[in-house]
């Protein structure tokens, strides 16, 4: 009496190739500069736990602004270190305070991308997509 063959456990050739789905919104093309900058990590680690919190537009809602109680609860960082990565991300033009004046316990955010860095950054967008096939 014979059973039947295992199923065979699929191998990395038999999977579809991945293909990177288009960057159609603000928040995606953040998140694609947030990974192609140079940002340590755990600069890069508060700018997508602020991206989570965003809407597709880059626009953080009153009633899901973080602030820094927030962020270390999201990041598991100590609050020095995520009041630096924060500092840093608005030197760098990747975020931006509602009101300058405000404490990062206060602060409401809004995801920036650097201007001189945005039509860079929309050119690799779309050479990554992939090419329609006929």
Do not use: C, K
């Not at 050739?13 to 293909?19: D, E, I, K, V």
């Not at 960057?23 to 990590?41: N, Q, V």
């Not at 860095?117 to 090419?131: M, N, V, Y």
């Amino acid at each position: 009496m014979t059973t039947a063959a295992e199923p065979r456990r699929p191998s990395p050739a038999s999977m579809p190739a991945h293909r990177p789905a288009p960057i159609t919104t603000f928040r995606e093309l953040y998140l694609f500069g947030i990974d192609s900058a140079s940002l340590p990590g755990n600069h890069q680690l508060v700018a997508y736990a602020l991206a989570i919190h965003a809407d597709a537009d880059g626009q953080i809602p009153p009633e899901d602004q973080p602030r820094l109680t927030g962020l270390v609860l999201d990041t598991a960082l100590h609050p020095g270190q995520v009041a630096v990565a924060l500092m840093t991300l608005r030197q760098r033009g990747w975020i931006r305070q509602t009101r300058r004046r405000d404490r990062f316990e206060d602060a409401d955010f809004i995801l920036t991308i650097p201007r001189e860095l945005e039509p860079r950054l929309r050119r690799r967008a779309a050479a990554r997509r992939p090419q329609p096939t006929i």
